[in-house]
């Protein structure tokens, strides 16, 4: 039976104290005992998802860690297959690597790198890293990148495969899954848009002559908890995301084209909770689980019906209560 996904939600637990009881430790602990098959950590402005995932690694024993995502912009491939390689050797097979463009405002913003062609920098990152974990030696003209005179890493994976997936919101990326990754990284995909999702992906498998089942199509979707606070801050997660324009070939999909688009100004006008207020119940189980039990558990048993792995992305969470409040959701999550 197909299961959901565990996603750490990086940014809302609190600093980590040297020599204390690690949260990230704990949860991929947790997560493997309640049966979870995976466990992702994202990367925005807190914490270093390789390093994470490392940890994560060392603190387990069968449950696969990947990074959901880390930005090509903020990496070279040749940076992330070094990354890669260390982490296979705590890890094995068990590291998923999920690449991505990554959020606009971090990249332009927290990086002060300019954001552009995404999809050919995704492209050409996926090709080098892959060479270069297989050992070889890489002279490579891209438009993004230029490796010269043969280079190659001291030491290769060998005989191990590293899946790499993709994070995609638009047609043109999903193709390009389709075409190049293992999988493919959706985020607050409506059900509503699941067909043409997997209808993209798969234009991309007939360019590179293979089948739409050789590539995992994943969606990060948004669950809360039952209380006032997890409520509203699942509400302005949901804002904050669809903020972006971005997401507005997901959105194309559902009736909240004007909500959004209304949504958006307050948002931006730095009216944050007018604009989560926009956010109703029917949007939060349109473009994620939720914060009740029942649709939480129905939501879950849709998505992978629907032939879709979701990730359960606990956002709507309470202050000084973190930790707790992961583990309800993928208590919840892993129970449908």
């Known amino acids: 039976m197909p299961k959901p996904d565990f996603y750490i939600m990086t940014p809302r637990l609190p600093r980590q104290r040297p020599g204390s009881r690690n949260d990230f430790l704990e949860l991929s602990r947790f997560a493997e005992e309640l049966g979870y098959d995976r466990a992702w950590v994202m990367e925005t402005n807190d914490r270093d998802a390789f390093s994470l995932a490392t940890q994560m690694a060392l603190g387990t024993r069968r449950i696969k860690v990947g990074t959901n995502i880390v930005s090509v912009f903020t990496r070279t491939p040749t940076l992330i297959a070094m990354s ?3 982490i296979s050797e705590v890890a094995g097979d068990r590291f998923i690597l999920g690449i991505g463009p990554g959020g606009t405002e971090i990249v332009r913003d ?30 490579y003209n891209g438009y993004v990148f230029r490796v010269r005179n043969d280079f190659r890493l001291r030491f290769s994976l ?7 997936y993709i994070s995609a919101l638009n047609p043109r990326m999903l193709q390009l899954a389709g075409k190049k990754a293992d999988g493919v990284i959706l985020s ?29 199509i994943c969606t990060n979707l ?14 302005k997660a949901v804002a904050w995301h669809l903020a972006a ?15 959004v688009k209304e949504m958006r100004k307050l948002w931006w006008s730095r009216r944050r909770e007018e604009a989560a207020a926009h956010v109703t119940d029917d949007m939060l189980l349109t473009f994620g ?22 990730v359960v992305d606990a ?11 992961i583990m309800t959701a993928a208590k919840v999550a892993i129970s449908t």
């Open 158 to 164: 060998d005989d191990m495969k590293v899946s790499i």
């Open 315 to 325: 956002h709507g969470i309470r202050k000084r209560h973190e930790k707790e409040d």
């Open 188 to 216: 607050h995909m409506p059900l509503e848009a699941a067909e043409d999702a997997k209808m993209e992906v798969e234009k991309g498998c007939i360019k590179a002559g293979r089948s739409l089942s050789e590539v995992e």
């Open 289 to 310: 689980l939720g914060y009740k039990e029942s649709d939480v558990k129905s939501r879950i048993k849709k998505y992978i019906a629907a032939g879709i792995t979701p």
């Open 222 to 235: 948004p669950v809360g908890v039952n209380h006032n606070e997890g409520i509203l801050n699942l509400r």
């Open 110 to 139: 927290g990086h002060g790198i300019g954001f552009e062609k995404p999809l050919q920098r995704v492209s050409e990152s996926i090709d080098l890293i892959r060479r270069l974990l297989r050992g070889e030696r890489v002279t």
């Open 245 to 259: 324009r971005t997401y507005d070939w997901l959105i194309s999909h559902t009736p909240y084209i004007k909500v």
């Open 84 to 86: 890669t390689l260390t």
